[in-house]
């Protein structure tokens, strides 16, 4: 694990205006960070719950578009690392084909700025574990687990036009592929599905949940847990490829209709049957490569508590 002073450094966080965005802000600051927050609207669009101030005045807030190839370099200025997360553009918030090219050339383009920053050290490239799971199950065995070495088949993610998971491996492989090309120290997280408040049924991530649940790979992450692992990674100086991120995973029935219960709260749920009520899902996603880089890390957090 780092030294304190690594918590004096200067760090970037796009896109700042989503809710893992501004929360990896509110905890970087309380680790002692200065951070340069990137948001893709006005900077205006960033909600912190109650930062102190002698906190705030380590934080600097800008308007960094993807697109827009000058103010991403303005946000990376001087800083030594980049927590850089997609959020989909306001007009056009919905994923779907076309979203995968946009997508992706949001990734090229933010990659492509670290390697022209010469102060960036390290970025941390927030992905999905829609990455990692999706494949035609006929093509191979079932009885190995998945884990950070596997890729979702593009293919398969086009024909059964899951988008969200299309977007996400075609963007991390580019990002890979241009971090390796320009010798970028990178590290992504593949987390699972985010819970938070205003989950609905309407999520990209939920296109073929039934079909992730009975294969095992149906898991979820919850935001202090997936912020911490982010920061573990970026501080853990022995961190490298990528990191499966949960920390439950649905595997009876029990979960499933506490999830859908949270999804739809107003549909009645459908009485099990007694194989329903009493099956339990082999779980085929692993993420023992992040439990084991964050055991030291949060054994830091219970002392700092």
Known sequence: MASASFHHEKVCVMDAS???GSTLVERLLERGYIVHAAVQGHVDDLKLNGVPTE??????VFHADPFDYQSITDALKGCSGLFYAFEPP???PAY??????VEVRAAHNVVEACARTETIDKVVFTSSATAVLWRDNNSQ????????HHWSDVNFCRKFKLWHALSKTVAEKTAWELAMDRDINMVSINGGLLMEPHLSITHPYLKGAAEMYECGTFVTVDLQFLVDAHICVFEDVSSYGRYLCFNHAITNHEDAIHLARLLTPYSPSPPPSYEEANMIIQQRLSNKKLTKVMVDFESELLLED
């Open 96 to 101: 779907d084909e076309y979203m995968v090219e």
């Open 18 to 20: 989503g809710r893992l």
């Open 55 to 60: 906190r705030e005045k380590k934080l600097k």
């Open 90 to 92: 306001q007009d056009h």
């Open 141 to 148: 065995s079932l009885a190995s687990d998945l884990d950070e």
